[in-house]
């Protein structure tokens, strides 16, 4: 099992930047795939990046492709998403998870542990 813990989120105007961090516990998340989502009011949770144990392979969601980064470090035990160029439809509430298997996933389906999220908001 694994505690996460997201912070960082807030409110921003349209062309700002936040960077969330996910802080995990009670076990190490070096040997797993991590993974950002988010869910929009009224929307389904989707997936918005993940990095692979070591950070040598990183997937992002095409709308936001080369606006927002993925990294981890493993010795503090952390996962964060940078987040520049936001937009309004950037806003969401921004999960943090990771599976309980060690295999390279992005599907939301295989993330089993969760955190409680962060809001982020972007005004135009």
């Known amino acids: 099992q694994v505690q996460l813990v997201e912070s960082g989120g807030g409110l921003v105007q349209a062309g700002g930047s936040l960077r969330l961090s996910c802080a995990a516990s009670?076990?190490?998340?070096?040997?797993?795939?991590m993974g950002w989502f988010r869910q929009a009011p009224g929307k389904e949770r989707d997936f918005v990046a993940a990095?692979?144990?070591?950070?040598?392979?990183?997937y992002y969601v095409d709308s936001v492709k080369g606006r927002f980064t993925i990294s981890r470090d493993n010795t503090k035990n952390t996962v964060y998403l940078q987040m520049d160029s936001l937009k309004p439809e950037d806003t969401a509430v921004y999960y943090c998870a990771s599976p309980k298997r060690t295999a390279w996933t992005t599907e939301v389906d295989d993330f089993d542990y969760w955190g409680q999220g962060t809001q982020v908001t972007v005004s135009s």
């Open positions: 009670l076990r190490t998340i070096s040997r797993y795939t």
């Open positions: 990095i692979s144990p070591y950070g040598t392979n990183t």
